[in-house]
Antibody, heavy 119, light 110 residues
């Protein structure tokens, strides 16, 4: 059974930076597309970013493009999300998600890590 | 990209069937058969229950089914059970490798 464990969430001031990590285990990480999704507590889900299995292709939601950067280290089975120029509206729980289609969909979610942007 | 539109709440009695709608545009739901549905309990991570409009991942109950017509996707829960009380979100591919979630629906079992 696959597992994803996020870390790196913290309280940061507006304009600040943070790097989130997501460590994967129990599945073939190098074959999985990895996503980040965020959720303000009590509110809906927002898709943030995606990276291809080889790390060559990345895409972002309009609200974070140019400020956030997704990357991965397949040797460490880890995906990252670098958050820069943080705003109050970036406050949310950030989930990482792995997606692989191998006949049937194989998808795992982490438990989330809380990012709070406040002065 | 604007969120897909879902009803804020849907309710039903045990054993009944309920349907949750998810309305998008001809740039997302209407253009791609990549609609997913998620179930989320309070304080927990979402769980995939339907992908590619009407496919269930391994281990998901066959009481959950999905469909799509035009710009609207639907999730039907048959034989409603107390454990189905949760939040449900639709999700669609939008093109240019981006995605969008629905606004979410709270299901209450009466």
């Amino acid at each position: 059974e696959g597992q994803l464990v996020e870390s790196g969430g913290d309280l940061v001031q507006p304009g600040g930076s943070l790097r989130l990590s997501c460590a994967a285990s129990g599945f073939t990480f190098i074959h999985a597309w990895m996503h980040w999704v965020r959720q303000v507590p009590g509110k809906g889900l927002i898709w943030v970013s995606r990276i291809s299995p080889d790390g060559a292709y990345t895409t972002y939601a309009d609200s974070v493009r140019g400020r956030f950067t997704i990357s991965r280290d397949n040797a460490r089975n880890t995906v990252y999300l670098e958050l820069n120029s943080l705003r109050a509206e970036d406050t949310a729980v950030y989930f990482c998600v792995s997606v692989r289609d191998k006949g049937s969909r194989e998808e795992y979610w982490g438990q989330g890590t809380l990012v709070t942007v406040s002065s | 990209q604007s969120a897909l539109t879902q009803p804020a709440s849907v309710s039903g009695s045990p054993g009944q069937s309920i349907t949750i709608s998810c309305t998008g545009t001809n740039s997302d739901i209407g253009d791609y058969d990549y609609v997913s549905w998620y179930q989320q309990y309070p304080g927990k991570a979402p769980k995939l229950i339907i992908y590619d409009v009407n496919n269930r991942p391994s281990g998901v109950s066959n009481r959950f089914s999905g469909s799509k017509s035009g710009n609207t996707a639907s999730l039907t829960i048959s034989g409603l059970q107390a454990e189905d009380e949760a939040d449900y979100y639709c999700h669609s591919y939008v093109g240019t490798s981006t995605y969008v979630f629905g606004t979410g629906t709270k299901v209450t079992v009466l």
